[in-house]
């Protein structure tokens, strides 16, 4: 297959986890005899230094004329403190959000067998944790009007849904539970908000649609406990903008690091692919990051275009580099691998070429050296 591919790499550890991710789609490409071309763009802080501007025009163009969009990370830390910026690189991901239609961010969430020393969870708690989190990504209350008084004492953002806004991304949801354990979760706040009540009514009728799934109901706050309580009851969580953007965070830690999470976000046209982590400054260019993220992002890129075995060949070699202690510092602080290592790793798993101890040895020898 050949596929144009954007990738827009972002701030702070972005360049190099996605970095590591091109390179795994290189060697798909060569192991499954594909064509994949690439096309860098810039959003984010990067963006704004080089254009004055979170996302310039010629990314949005290039995106739309893409197959798919790999982005790495946004955020600066000198945009963080200051309420009275102008122009955020925060700005730039909403933006493009909303100009691809982006309506439905998916994120899994797995605990993986060796490492569940590191989750902040009890084994016993996390054991058999597998759900996916559906969160509506372009509308509610980050889109609705904002308001700020002349004399800047009060502000109001308003949250608003239509019909047409929760049913597309419900149906994905609830197509998403058919193929799995068959339960979908619908959190809200039903109890207090008028849109959280649309959101019952409207996914409730859909429900008719899908006999074979079976719905359930949680307000956001117990959502919130029930995630850290007994996270394997759930199978696939079905939920607005901002709930989704709180629990998904919530979620990622029982993996036990934030570096291994991948997304997709998906609408009318090309989709987007990114790990959930932010742009970790503190880190940015030694080469200590966890590109795991980044490289399931991959392979969630290459299942939505219909490569199945590429998607599962990715995931296995990731599997292998954690079942044989191949990781970064995050996931062990005393035996541990640089990024671009790991990725060498993955890569070579993927084409058949394992790299034997000598190799690994040859390699760290002349990483050392380098830096
Ligand atoms: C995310 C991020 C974004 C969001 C920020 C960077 C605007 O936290 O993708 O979850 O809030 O949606
Ligand atoms: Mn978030």
Redesign the pocket.
């Known amino acids: 297959m050949n596929k144009h591919i954007v990738v827009i790499e972002g701030d702070g550890i972005g360049p190099e986890v996605t970095a590591q991710a091109v390179r795994v789609l290189d060697a798909v490409a060569e192991q499954y005899n594909h064509e994949f071309t690439y096309e860098y763009c810039l959003m984010g802080a990067c963006a704004i230094d080089q254009t004055g501007h979170p996302l310039p025009n010629d990314t949005i163009e290039a995106c739309l004329r893409s197959d798919a969009v790999l982005f790495g990370a946004?955020?600066d830390p000198k945009y963080d403190n200051d309420p009275s910026a102008k122009v955020r690189p925060?700005q730039g991901?909403?933006q493009l959000r909303k100009s691809l239609q982006l309506f439905a961010?998916i994120r899994p969430v797995s605990a993986y067998d060796a490492l569940h020393h590191l989750s902040p969870l009890k084994t016993e708690r996390i054991k058999g944790v597998d759900f996916i989190i559906y969160r509506e990504?372009t509308g509610g209350i980050?889109f609705g009007e904002k308001t700020l008084s002349e004399d800047g004492n009060s502000a109001s953002d308003n949250c608003v849904y239509s019909r047409e806004e929760i049913e597309r991304v419900a149906h994905l949801a609830f197509r998403h539970a058919q193929q799995r354990r068959k339960k979908l979760t619908l959190v809200d706040k039903a109890n207090v908000l008028e849109t959280s009540r649309l959101w019952r009514k409207i996914v409730q009728e859909l429900a008719a649609q899908y006999p074979d799934v079976t719905l359930d109901y949680l307000f956001v706050d117990n959502a919130a406990m029930q995630i850290i309580l007994n996270p394997a009851q759930f199978d696939v969580i079905l939920t607005e903008?901002m709930f989704g953007?709180i629990i998904?965070?919530e979620a990622s830690v029982i993996s036990g690091s934030l570096g291994l999470l991948p997304?997709a976000s998906i609408g009318k046209g090309a989709a987007l692919f990114?790990p959930?982590h932010?742009s970790y400054p503190q880190a940015k260019g030694l080469d200590i990051a966890n590109p795991i993220g980044a490289i399931l992002s991959a392979a969630m890129l290459l299942d939505h275009l219909d490569m199945h075995t590429e998607a599962q060949a990715v995931r296995d070699a990731v599997q292998w580099t954690m079942t044989n202690g191949k990781v970064t510092k995050d996931i062990n602080a005393t035996n541990h691998y640089p990024t671009s290592v790991v990725g060498d790793i993955i890569c070579r798993h993927i084409t058949r070429k394992p790299i034997d101890k000598d190799g690994l040895k040859n390699l760290m020898l002349r990483l050392s050296t380098i830096i």
């Open positions: 946004i955020g925060e991901l909403l961010n990504l980050y903008n953007d998904s965070d997304s990114e959930i932010g």
